[in-house]
């Protein structure tokens, strides 16, 4: 089946740093990525449309200087966190949708902030 | 308005039996999409079964059901002969399909952790 790989799944940085999460369509194109945030026992939370070769497209309320999209291929998408804090720590999870119906997930980053 | 409602943040269902997951939604979109994944521990999302508002018929995977009843606006997720490694946080998601193009965008529910019992 479709893969999404997501890379880092665990970082510890310190506050101030910039952190990358990259996620990979590994045997499919995907011209739009999803970009997640899951708090603690809460549930996913949209931040941002990754969109090939143009702009991403951010949901209220996110910053987008904050979170960076760069979407520079068919199968690669990354989030940069700029300038970490505490409160950015969180578990961030990406997905494409290989088919029609279809959504795969990454396995997930679980970002900590020092 | 939360687009995705589930009422149940914990079930505990015994081994080997059926648990119904409960799912309710509001759109006005007349195409749209109903999606189970389920998380386990560990964080990955898995996909569980998928049921399209035109679909005539209940989705089912395996021993996953969906019981959709579209006048009620309700997609409740029943597991049968239940696992041990079904314990699990379990979502429900809603993608609202737009007309004139694609849109994969989901919007979840808050969840419910299931546990399985011995």
């Known amino acids: 089946g479709a893969v999404v790989s997501q890379h880092p799944s665990w970082v510890i940085c310190k506050s101030g740093t910039s952190v990358k999460i990259e996620c990979r369509s590994l045997d499919f194109q995907a011209t739009t990525m999803f970009w997640y945030r899951q708090f603690p026992k809460q549930s996913l939370m949209l931040m941002a449309t990754?969109?090939?070769?143009?702009?991403?497209?951010?949901e209220q309320g996110v910053e987008k200087d904050k979170f960076l999209i760069n979407h520079a291929s068919l199968t690669l998408s990354t989030l940069t966190v700029t300038s970490a804090h505490p409160e950015d720590s969180s578990f961030y999870i990406c997905?494409?949708?290989?088919?029609?119906?279809?959504?795969?997930f990454g396995a997930g980053s679980r970002l900590t902030v020092l | 308005a939360q687009k995705i409602t589930q009422t149940q943040p914990g079930m505990f269902v015994q081994e080997k039996e059926a648990v119904t997951l409960d799912c309710t939604y509001d759109?006005?979109?007349?195409?749209?999409?109903l999606f189970w994944y389920k998380q386990p521990s560990s964080g990955e999302m898995i996909f569980l079964i998928y049921q399209g508002s035109y679909d005539q018929q209940n989705a089912t995977e395996g021993r996953y059901s969906l019981n959709f009843q579209k006048a009620r606006k309700s997609a409740n997720l029943v597991i049968s002969a239940s696992q041990l490694g079904d314990s699990a946080m379990y979502f429900c998601?809603?993608?609202?399909?737009?007309?004139?193009?694609?849109?994969?965008?989901?919007?979840f529910g808050k969840g419910t952790l299931l546990t399985v019992n011995p």
């Open positions: 997905s494409a949708a290989p088919g029609a119906n279809v959504l795969t």
């Open positions: 998601a809603m993608r609202e399909i737009r007309s004139g193009g694609s849109n994969y965008k989901l919007t």
């Open positions: 990754s969109n090939e070769g143009s702009k991403a497209t951010y």
């Open positions: 759109t006005s979109d007349p195409s749209y999409g």
